[in-house]
């Protein structure tokens, strides 16, 4: 997704949270799935600028952010210090 898709699917959940929290109330079981769907956009969001404004990745560099974003725990993710 581009940038503007993001940001307007983030505002779409957003919008969904509110509606169903005041008609539905705080604990409804939709919920924590659309939290956690615009919690996962925002970070999307976030990581997108920070690459755009970033100079080019090294191949280390984009090994170890790979490995940051694997879905294992971090303790399992072996730290590379960059080569100098």
């Known amino acids: ?23 539905h109330g705080p604990d409804d079981p939709r919920l924590p799935a659309l939290r956690e769907k615009a919690r996962a956009l925002v970070a999307e969001e976030r990581i997108t600028a920070i690459i755009a404004d970033a100079p080019p990745l090294t191949e280390t560099q984009r090994e170890r952010l790979a490995l940051l974003l694997n ?3 971090l303790a399992a993710v072996p730290y590379v210090p960059p080569k100098r």
């Open 1 to 23: 997704m581009n940038p503007d898709e993001l940001n307007s699917e983030r505002i779409r959940i957003a919008g969904r949270v509110a509606a169903i929290t005041r008609f």
């Open 71 to 73: 879905p294992k725990p």
